[in-house]
């Protein structure tokens, strides 16, 4: 089985410019989360989808982040313009529906606004 | 608010010796716990995890966590540390079965090092 791909592995942007993340979740789990992890921090969970709609996305900061999954399959998360404080790993996790407590990551972005 | 601690940021053990990673949870309620282990450049990988029931969990890999209610803590233990153990390990807590959402809250990780 698969796991959960994410591309790219490592960006490098400036401030005030956009990025893009993509997430591939488990072929079959229709639970999709995007996680932003601050060094020296755990991972925070910015957005969680339930096949294409949106469960919580409480903690995204919506005036520059955005993140879609229009097909129920994969995601893509969008920062648009960055800051400096978004340095981070942004790690795509997935699960099979109802079974939150059995999430699978990737590997992770890295990225790093200068 | 519901939250996780984990009180040492880094630690250091021989190879062979036993390890202790420390977790303390505050929620309303008993809640799911788990422990993941993140390798350098990899992404997390679920260790154990614990419902209810027997307070004592076998994981993967030779880990095993102990639940104390009366304590709020979830301490993940080896026996004899491999040098290939070396990671940053996070304990993390999901609202139960009567608490309500479905988001997993991490403590901020414990750097584990390995001296050969």
């Known amino acids: 089985e698969a796991g959960v791909a994410q591309s790219p592995r490592y960006k490098i942007i400036e401030k005030r410019q956009s990025v893009a993340f993509w997430c591939n979740p488990i072929?079959?789990?229709?639970?999709l989360y995007w996680y932003q992890q601050i060094l020296g921090q755990g991972p925070k969970l910015l957005i969680q989808?339930?096949?294409?709609?949106?469960?919580?996305d409480s903690q995204l900061p919506k005036d520059r982040f955005s993140a879609e999954r229009l097909k129920g399959v994969d995601s893509t998360l969008k920062i648009q313009p960055a800051k400096l404080e978004d340095s981070a790993v942004y790690l795509c996790?997935?699960?099979?529906?109802?079974?939150?407590?059995?999430?699978?990551f990737g590997p992770g972005t890295r990225l790093t606004v200068t | 608010a519901q939250s996780v601690t984990q009180p040492d940021i880094h630690i250091t053990v021989s190879e062979g010796a036993s390890l202790e990673l420390r977790c303390n949870y505050s929620y309303g309620a008993t809640p799911y716990l788990f422990w993941y282990v993140q390798s350098p450049g990899q992404g997390l990988q679920l260790l154990l995890k614990y419902f209810s029931g027997d307070t004592l969990v076998q994981g993967i890999k030779g880990f095993e966590a102990e639940f104390k209610r009366s304590q709020s803590s979830f301490n993940l233990r080896k026996p004899s540390v491999h040098w290939s153990d070396a990671a940053e390990y996070f304990c993390a807590a999901k609202a139960g079965v009567t608490g309500g959402g479905n988001k997993l809250t991490f403590g901020t990780g414990t750097q584990l090092k390995v001296e050969l």
């Open positions: 989808f339930q096949n294409n709609g949106v469960v919580d």
């Open positions: 996790a997935s699960s099979r529906s109802g079974r939150a407590y059995e999430q699978y």
């Open positions: 072929s079959g789990h229709a639970t």
